[in-house]
């Protein structure tokens, strides 16, 4: 119990000792490592990702992360194969960038031929004109994906550029305020990936972007890097570990966090939502570590949606 005088000076400055070591870990990120997952973000947008590396980081100033706000926090990407199916690209394109109402694309069906992306859709110019065009997938030096046309079709002609079809007037039709994850350099749509997706957020370099197998794939960091964190158990395939720092979900805290979810079919990627997670968390089971760890197995997002049918 503190005292008068002196006592009282050291127990205010051990309090405030203790209060800026909580800020300091709560604004610690939080280690990940990912693994045959398919995110759900919402807006008909699945993002395969084959292996991913890095930190879960809070964009709340003074707070932790916590899974309970996708718009609270990022995933901070050293390394990562993802990859994304034509028709979660179109969901994409449709559902969250040119989702509003004056958009100057609508309608917009994406399929993969080859390695080649064939987009058709609606250009509002004026009126709805239907187009078709064929382009190739690349990264950019800065980390953007690029989309080069190879051949474009309005209204049934074949302009001799995308420019000539479009006019000069392509930056103001396209509205970028409103699209601020697409770009346009030449006759090219440059796409950020870190602003293109639904929340959460990700961060982080992309250095290859290429299409193999009917899907896009994206490469995020050095393909050879070999990431340092692995879970307790190596047999298991389909996770997310989270080690480190402090992270919040419902009304738990984990200080030092180590958790790991696990997909409880590990026949098949593991299907998560990051705005639905507790509908999972309630329908798995967990169980402690010697560590104070704490391991969670998660059903599929399918199989919870499919139950409460």
């Known amino acids: 119990m503190c005292g008068a005088g002196y006592m009282v000076r050291i127990c205010s ?5 203790a ?5 300091n870990a709560a604004d610690r990120p939080v280690s990940t490592r990912m693994r045959n997952l398919v995110f759900h973000l919402g807006h008909g947008v699945e993002l395969r990702v084959d292996d991913l590396a890095g930190q879960l980081v809070s964009r709340v100033a003074g707070k932790p992360p916590s899974f309970d706000d996708v718009n609270g926090y990022l995933f901070d990407i050293d390394s990562a194969r993802v990859s994304m199916t034509a028709q979660s690209l ?3 394109m449709n559902n969250y960038v040119f989702d509003y109402p004056d958009a100057p694309l609508k309608n917009l069906k994406i399929a993969i031929d080859g390695n080649e992306l064939h987009q058709s859709g609606t250009l509002k110019k004026g009126v709805g004109v239907p187009f078709s065009m064929r382009a190739t997938v690349a990264a950019t030096a800065d980390g953007r994906i690029r989309l080069h046309p190879t051949a474009i079709k309005a209204a049934g002609f074949v302009p001799k550029g995308v420019l000539d ?4 007037e392509l930056e103001r039709l396209i509205k970028l305020n409103r699209t601020p994850g697409v770009k346009i350099e030449g006759d090219d749509l440059l796409l950020d990936p870190e602003r293109l997706l639904p929340p959460p957020q990700i961060r982080g370099r992309l250095a290859k972007a290429w299409i193999e197998g009917g899907v896009v794939y994206q490469q995020f960091g050095a393909a050879d890097k070999r990431p ?3 879970p307790p158990d190596r047999k298991i395939t389909n996770y997310m570990y989270y ?3 402090v992270l919040k979900f419902g009304k738990l805290t984990m200080e030092d966090t180590d958790l790991l979810l696990v997909d409880a079919n590990q026949k098949n990627p593991f299907a998560f939502s990051p ?5 999972q968390l309630v329908a798995g089971y967990s169980k402690n570590t010697p560590s104070h760890g704490l391991i969670v197995y998660m059903p599929d997002l399918t199989d919870v949606r499919n139950s409460a049918r």
């Open 275 to 279: 705005a639905e997670y507790n509908r």
């Open 243 to 245: 080690r480190g720092g």
């Open 228 to 230: 340092a964190l692995a």
């Open 90 to 92: 179109s969901n994409l």
């Open 13 to 17: 400055i051990a309090l405030a000792l």
């Open 19 to 23: 209060a800026l070591s909580v800020a």
């Open 165 to 168: 079809f479009f006019g000069l």
